[in-house]
């Protein structure tokens, strides 16, 4: 009896740390942009840039374990100096809401995306996606065609790989006992694990000073959050598994920018080139010694690539046009 009350206490404790730590987090890191109410939940939106820009929007998406910092800086808000540039918080993640756990796959992310970019009247955009995203992007190409203009895609997952998605992601998206530990020990021990498990995502690679506190990766600990991350993994590799087969189906323009093996988190030879070799319009660029962190390790060709998409897009258009 002695120790189920130790235990209780320290259970106690350990939620009421969370609780400190979920407030504090939030106060060093507020909501940016503006929230906009869709079927499903609420999503944070940044918009950058002048809303008249000539050419065709941009629309940043961040991948797993993120949220819209991490496309922010630094591509985001040099694109944003001369186009337009909206950078989106993934359902649950960042400042953005979903009602259901349960509501994880690129499917009902993408539709709720799609929803929320139409109601900030932006009809065809250029995305830009990175990780987890790569996904997302190429299912909202294959169930909203009249929404992706074109596809910059950073180390996107595409298809199914060996394995899994890590033990404790498994864990913290059961019921009952995955609530437990992301209500109790999920935000302690991860502000000492933090930092490291981002500088391994880096590797080869050095990881920006302050790149955690700058990208507010801390909001990543809140329970609700947390949670929602570990369904997004576990639930993606059978998502890709039903969407892959219909890649061939994608007319949008995709450019693909990805390290070569040195990227130990979305190996390139199961997603990327198969990628490359089934897209119809698929363009590869394997940069060598290049790990996961794509858009920091070489904006500029990032941005070269999305200008690039852009500038062929106006050339089409004024053609068709004569």
């Given at each position: 009896m002695a120790l189920v009350i130790v235990v209780a206490a320290l259970a106690v404790l350990l939620a009421l740390v969370t609780?400190?730590?979920?407030?504090?987090?939030?106060?060093?890191?507020?909501?940016?942009?503006?929230?906009?109410?869709?079927?499903?939940?609420?999503?944070?939106?940044?918009?950058?840039?002048?809303?008249?820009?000539?050419?065709?929007?941009?629309?940043?998406?961040?991948?797993?374990?993120?949220?819209?910092?991490v496309m922010r800086r630094p591509v985001g808000e040099r694109l944003a100096s001369k186009h337009r540039v909206i950078l989106i918080d993934r359902p649950g993640h960042g400042w953005s809401t979903r009602l259901?756990?349960?509501?994880?796959?690129?499917?009902?992310?993408?539709?709720?995306?799609?929803?929320?970019?139409?109601?900030?009247?932006?009809?065809?955009?250029?995305?830009?996606?990175?990780?987890?995203?790569?996904?997302?992007?190429?299912?909202?190409?294959?169930?909203?065609?009249?929404?992706?203009?074109?596809?910059?895609?950073?180390?996107?997952?595409?298809?199914?790989?060996?394995?899994g998605v890590g033990r404790y992601n498994k864990i913290i998206a059961t019921?009952?006992?995955?609530?437990?530990?992301?209500?109790?020990?999920?935000l302690p021990l991860g502000h000492l694990l933090a930092e490291r498990g981002a500088r391994v995502v880096f590797l080869p690679q050095t990881m920006p000073d302050d790149f955690v506190r700058d990208t507010a990766t801390p909001l990543l600990l809140r329970p609700r959050e947390f949670i929602a991350n570990a369904r997004d993994f576990v639930t993606l590799k059978a998502a890709v598994a039903e969407q892959a087969p219909r890649y061939a189906e994608i007319t949008a323009p995709i450019t693909i920018i990805t390290g070569d093996e040195s990227d130990k988190t979305v190996s390139t030879r199961i997603h990327s080139r198969p990628l490359a070799a089934t897209a119809p319009n698929a363009r590869l660029i394997v940069l060598p010694g290049v790990g996961h962190m794509i858009q920091q390790a070489a904006p500029d060709l990032a941005i070269a690539e999305?200008?690039?998409?852009?500038?062929?897009?106006?050339?089409?258009?004024a053609a068709a046009a004569d």
């Open positions: 609780q400190v730590g979920v407030f504090l987090s939030e106060r060093a890191h507020p909501a940016q942009g503006r929230m906009v109410e869709v079927a499903g939940g609420t999503l944070h939106i940044l918009d950058l840039g002048p809303r008249d820009a000539a050419g065709t929007p941009i629309v940043m998406l961040h991948g797993a374990s993120s949220n819209l910092e259901r756990l349960e509501d994880s796959t690129p499917e009902i992310q993408g539709r709720m995306i799609g929803e929320a970019l139409a109601k900030l009247g932006v009809g065809k955009a250029i995305f830009v996606v990175h990780s987890w995203a790569g996904a997302l992007g190429l299912r909202m190409a294959l169930d909203q065609p009249q929404t992706v203009a074109g596809l910059v895609m950073l180390a996107p997952v595409a298809y199914p790989w060996p394995g019921p009952v006992i995955g609530p437990l530990l992301a209500y109790t020990i999920t999305v200008e690039a998409m852009m500038g062929a897009m106006t050339l089409r258009a």
